[in-house]
């Protein structure tokens, strides 16, 4: 029986890293000991197995986390990040610190269903190499990141996001006559200012286009960073609609309710990637805000690029024209999907009996 601790962005109120938590942990096979490692404070917005064994250091700084997270690995077989696009210029850093650690201790790492972004700096360049180049196993969510990443690394793998599990245990969903809005907090890849004149476009559009016609429900979907800008969202849009009744802003809510709001919106505009994928796979129609290369391979994947708008190209008219056309994907490449991501389950089990 062997001992593996696992960690991820879990805990910070992120809507698709909740999703994959559900899934890698209901997925699972449990003949060998699971220790999730929580790193972040806020809340787990879902149901946890228990088999598997939450360690809370959330209440601690980095530097005394990675102490107390050391003295656990010297216990553990191994360690895996789980989900998310973990190498990242502003984000991710393929959690380096705890990667190496990992390997200082002769223990063995890896990361499943996770992706690679845009990275430009010499110090994020070195430590993704590193990360990836000592991995024992990888399962990469897309294309161009596994593309990357086998050029450093053989023991990696070409799945599908993790999420797509989550639709095994979801039924079908009536739509009704509302639109969900959720923008992503974007002040690592823009100015204030930027950002807010796009937020005032994104309102003034919903406003022309008479979406508040229908019910209009803000919901962030990263509790932990966007709440501040979806408000400023929310009030502009109050400020320009004659039907402010039909606007409200929702806030803590569990994954199970962000999924059910987004599978059943006639309309869903969003601007992060699960919150997209939930509106594709139940062939609502669809904005994507785009502001990064995962958006725009997961749109690529599904041959629905024309649903996406890079962000700082949101206007009026290209919006406008985004929200009267649907092209639903097929059921056949859904059912591919979730069988590519059942590959990630596959193949972790696989590596871990092996060692």
């Not at 016609?213 to 969202?233: E, G, Q, T, V």
Request: charged share 25%; net charge neutral.
């Amino acid at each position: 029986m062997k001992r593996i601790l696992f960690t991820g962005y879990f805990g910070a109120g992120n809507f698709g890293d909740d999703l994959m938590l559900s899934v890698f942990c209901n997925n699972i096979e449990n003949e060998n000991k699971l220790y999730f490692l929580k790193i972040f404070p806020q809340n787990i917005t879902v149901d946890i197995p228990d088999f598997v064994k939450v360690i809370d250091i959330s209440m601690y700084g980095s530097k005394v986390q990675k102490v107390i997270y050391g003295l656990i690995m010297t216990r553990m077989h191994m360690f895996f990040w789980i989900g998310g696009t973990i190498f990242t210029e502003h984000d991710g850093d393929g959690a380096y610190s705890f990667v190496k650690i990992a390997k200082l201790l002769k223990k063995k790492y890896g990361y499943l269903g996770v992706g690679i972004g845009q990275i430009h700096s010499e110090k994020r360049i070195y430590r993704s190499n590193y990360a990836i180049q000592n991995a024992n196993f990888i399962t990469f969510r897309d294309k161009n990141s596994y593309e990357i990443g086998k050029r450093l690394n053989h023991n990696v793998f070409l799945t599908q996001d993790l999420a797509y599990l989550y639709l095994e245990k979801k039924n079908i969903v009536k739509e009704k006559d509302q639109v969900i809005i959720s923008w992503r907090e974007l002040g690592k890849q823009l100015s204030l200012s930027e950002e807010l004149n796009l937020i005032r476009i994104l309102a003034i559009s919903i406003i022309k286009s008479k979406l508040d016609f229908l019910k209009i429900k803000i919901i962030p979907l990263d509790d932990s960073n966007d709440y501040d800008k979806n408000l400023i969202l929310y009030k502009e849009l109050i400020d320009l609609s004659d039907h402010a009744e039909n606007i409200e802003i929702l806030c803590d809510l569990k994954a199970d309710e962000k999924f059910d709001l987004i599978a059943s919106s006639k309309i869903n505009i969003m601007g992060r990637l699960h919150g997209v994928f939930v509106s594709e796979v139940y062939k609502r129609n669809t904005l994507s805000m785009s502001y990064s290369l995962k958006m725009d391979e997961f749109l690529k994947d599904l041959n629905k690029s024309e649903d996406n708008i890079y962000i700082s190209d949101l206007n009026i008219e290209t919006i406008d024209k985004i929200l009267q056309t649907n092209n639903p994907i097929s059921d056949y490449k859904i059912e591919q999907n979730i069988a590519l991501a059942k590959e990630n389950i596959f193949l972790f089990n696989s590596f871990v009996e092996g060692v």
